[in-house]
């Protein structure tokens, strides 16, 4: 799967339980985790198969029930921060390093929430 700048690129879904969630996931649709310490699992779509992930559960954030987190990936994250700001989005998180890249996250001019993320070698 390549990515696309500004496409929808990953889901996060806010769990209770993450270990309960895992083993839902798996059983349900047969996904596979990448356990990242006791508060965040991503998502691959065969757990047979090294791959990308697709997604995540989180088990930090507003709780279950509230909409899944959307991120779109950018070959430039800089510009893309300027271009949610020219737009009239509001910045809810500065951009942050994490593993293998960096990200923001924005409310859209309805509220929404989502983020946009690039890799860093």
Same mark, same amino acid.
Do not use: C
């Given at each position: ?14 769990? %209770?339980?993450? &270990? #309960? ?15 990242? /310490?006791? &508060?965040?699992?991503?998502? #691959? ?9 697709? /997604?995540? =559960? ?12 959307? =991120?779109?990936?950018?070959?430039? =994250?800089?510009?893309?921060?300027? &271009?949610? #700001?020219?737009?009239?989005? %509001? ?10 890249? %960096? %990200? ?18």
């Amino acid at each position: 799967m390549s990515e696309r700048h500004h496409a929808i690129s990953y889901i996060e879904l806010t769990v %209770r339980d993450l &270990a #309960r969630a895992t083993v839902f996931y798996t059983a349900a649709f047969g996904w596979g985790f990448n356990r990242y /310490g006791d &508060a965040y699992a991503g998502i #691959r779509e065969n757990p047979n198969e090294a791959q990308p992930e697709v /997604g995540g =559960l989180s088990a930090a954030g507003p709780g279950p029930g509230s909409s899944p987190f959307v =991120l779109l990936y950018s070959e430039d =994250l800089e510009a893309s921060l300027a &271009a949610v #700001r020219a737009a009239g989005g %509001r910045i809810v998180k500065d951009p942050y390093g994490y593993p293998g890249g %960096r %990200r923001f996250h924005f409310h859209d001019t309805e509220g929404n929430e989502l983020g946009v993320y690039t890799h860093v070698a």
